[in-house]
């Protein structure tokens, strides 16, 4: 076998410092390691009650521990009212912004909303049925929209 460094020999005597320390906690504290893991005990809340020293037994001189389920959620606050948001469906007027116009007789164009746009094109459901000089006109179900060159 070879010779450990001291470095190595050092660990291991804290190592087993450790697990002396845990096998001497788990052999004074053992009921306690049991009960804790057993499945009988599974959401159970321990609780000392308050029962008056004179009134027990001398068996019975220890704190007394009952055992209870849990009525209620511990992180669920009751007084906090929780109010629930209604969102109305409302038809949305589209919005058109006439930024430019570029007008010819043979070929016009209008910037809107930064698209640019010539006779025939659509917007939003809108159709650019005409661009004069300071307006343009778009179509939509037979209602027109005039937009003006501000």
Request: proline share 2%; hydrophobic share 35%.
């Amino acid at each position: 076998m070879a010779k450990l460094e001291k470095r190595e020999r050092n660990l291991l005597i804290i190592l087993g410092i450790v697990v002396l320390i845990g096998a001497v906690d788990f052999a004074i504290n053992t009921e306690d390691y049991l009960g804790y893991y057993s499945s009988d005990q599974k959401n159970v809340e321990k609780k000392e009650s308050n029962i008056p020293v004179q009134n027990l037994k001398s068996s019975q001189m220890k704190n007394q521990i009952t055992y209870t389920n849990w009525d209620r959620d511990p992180f669920y606050n009751s007084s906090i009212r929780v109010s629930k948001t209604v969102y109305r469906n409302t038809v949305k007027e589209t919005t058109f912004q006439l930024k430019a116009i570029s007008f010819s007789e043979g070929m016009s164009v209008a910037m809107i909303n930064s698209q640019v746009l010539k006779v025939g094109d659509t917007i939003e459901g809108y159709k650019v049925s005409k661009i004069e000089p300071k307006q343009v006109i778009l179509e939509k179900d037979g209602q027109s929209k005039t937009l003006k060159l501000q």
